[in-house]
Nanobody, 116 residues
Framework: QVQLVESGGGLVQPGGSLRLSCAVS????????MGWYRQAPGKQRELVAD???????NSADFVKGRFTISRDNAKNTVSLQMNSLKPEDTAVYYC??????????WGQGTQVTVSS
């Protein structure tokens, strides 16, 4: 059974930083494409950043230069370092693990709130 467990969300002031982590179990992490998505109230879920098994990263324009995705294959974890946070970054952030188009799994989500 595949499990994704996110941690690291919370409340932070504008300009602050947070680090999200996602621990994966139940399948070979090393060959999964890992991604972070977010969903704000009333909006569709959107890709924030993803990273291939080989370490190639891709990130949305709205986070470039501020957020960094990374993975640790020895610990089966993927992280999202978020700097220079803005109120519009407020959302539930979801971890996604994909072994194929039909074999993709989601974490339960972690709330990130950016507010003064």
């Amino acid at each position: 059974q595949v499990q994704l467990v996110e941690s690291g969300g919370g409340l932070v002031q504008p300009g602050g930083s947070l680090r999200l982590s996602c621990a994966v179990s139940g399948r070979d992490f090393r060959i999964a494409t890992m991604g972070w998505y977010r969903q704000a109230p009333g909006k569709q879920r959107e890709l924030v950043a993803d990273i291939t098994p080989g370490g190639r990263t891709n990130s949305a324009d709205f986070v470039k230069g501020r957020f960094t995705i990374s993975r640790d294959n020895a610990k089966n974890t993927v992280s999202l370092q978020m700097n220079s946070l803005k109120p519009e970054d407020t959302a539930v952030y979801y971890c996604n693990a994909a072994w194929s188009v039909v074999r993709a799994y989601w974490g339960q989500g972690t709330q990130v709130t950016v507010s003064s």
